[in-house]
């Protein structure tokens, strides 16, 4: 189910560009102390590299994606916030860890995941690519609340669907459809 | 070769407001020896233990983290003893029950049972204070001092199964067990 949160562009046109920028200013005023990421190359340059440049939140890098959404899970048990980085391949690959812990145990997995060579303006759906047609039809399936981050306009998105998720508890999962600058 | 169950007891007269983190037969085992709301049962899939543990360690420093994994589960996420190592939490101790097969799952025995080394895996993963015990009375001895030490510590143990405990799945994934553990820990 893609839901609507209310966009609020932050004052962003829509250049039809994504900027990294814009995504980690979210994610900090979203009040994410931990970022859990295993490599993604859709974000690699634009987010998981300022990233690790950064203090805070402070990075966790894992070796499999499964271990993140564990990872997280405990960390809200802690009332501390985190947000997984991750590439589509490795949701696919933790589909039965975001059954159990995410939506069996109702917790707040919020999860950002690059679309790996989804071409940029087509919609999830659309790709032709078979891997990313399948992650929105598994997340409805799921019930997995999702919302797509194509463009700066975007962006406003991602701080309300954080606090959408803590507030009642439920995973969600932010879909990045091109590379951020 | 040591029994699970009298391991266990051992152990359990070290903890006091520890987490806890055990799986399986381990886990049944474990509640019915030390019952405490900071026993973290909800670990959902197979593997995951150490991962939770590591999130439990991050996110609360202040608290000691005991994760009490299995074989057969550790098989399942061996990266993880490269993430722990990686982010070295100090308050984190990791026991292996090495019984060499997946004993809530039919007892089938472990890929490479009695050939591979455990404490020899967390080493090379990077883990500082790795140690393996199969006698009652050696780890009797140590267990304290191994308590002390900065984390991440690995512990495998050799075992035996004990008595069959009650596999109570619907308790291990209940709702209430989770709600009880956030108020302790946060209460």
């Not at chain 1, 295993?38 to 499999?64: F, H, Q, W, Y």
Request: net charge negative.
């Amino acid at each position: 189910m893609q839901v609507d949160v209310g966009t609020r562009s932050g004052g962003m046109a829509d250049t039809g560009l994504l900027q990294g920028s814009g995504i980690i200013r979210e994610i900090k005023a979203a009040r994410i102390e931990f970022v859990v990421s295993v490599p993604d190359i859709t974000t690699s340059e634009g987010l998981l590299r300022p990233l690790a440049r950064d203090n805070s939140p402070r990075l966790i890098r894992v070796c499999k994606e499964d271990e993140g959404v564990a990872i997280c899970a405990a960390l809200a048990y802690c009332n501390r916030r985190s947000l997984l980085l991750i590439q589509h391949t490795g949701l696919l690959d933790s589909i039965n860890a975001i059954r159990a812990v995410a939506v069996e145990y109702s917790l707040p997995i919020c999860m950002m995941v690059g679309l790996l060579q989804k071409e940029p303006g087509v919609p999830p759906p659309q790709s032709k690519q078979y891997g990313v047609r399948i992650v929105e039809p598994i997340l409805d399936a799921m019930g997995v609340a999702h919302h797509r981050i194509e463009t700066d306009i975007d962006i406003g998105r991602i701080g309300p669907a954080i606090e959408t998720a803590y507030a009642e508890s439920q995973p969600v999962v932010l879909t990045i459809g091109r590379r951020p600058s | 070769m040591m029994r699970r169950d009298e391991v266990l007891k051992v152990l359990a007269r070290h903890v006091s407001d520890d987490i806890v983190v055990p799986v399986y037969t381990t886990a049944f085992d474990w509640i019915a020896i030390h019952p405490h709301p900071l026993n973290y049962l909800c670990v959902g899939a197979m593997g995951l233990a150490p991962s939770h543990a590591l999130g439990l360690a991050l996110g609360r420093p202040d608290k000691r983290v005991l994760v009490l994994d299995g074989d057969g589960s550790l098989l399942m996420n061996l990266g993880s003893l490269v993430t722990v190592a990686e982010a070295a939490p100090r308050n984190f101790v990791h026991f292996v029950f090495e019984n060499g097969t997946y004993e809530a799952n039919g007892a089938h025995p472990i890929p490479g049972r009695d050939r591979i080394d455990f404490a020899g895996f967390a080493r090379a993963a990077g883990y500082p204070s790795c140690h393996n015990f199969d006698d009652l009375a050696m780890f009797e001895k140590d267990i304290a001092a191994l308590l002390r030490q900065d984390g991440p510590v690995f512990i495998n143990l050799k075992v035996e199964p004990g008595s069959p405990p009650v596999y109570d799945y619907k308790l291990m994934h209940s709702e209430k067990l989770r709600s009880d553990f956030k108020a302790a820990l946060n209460g």
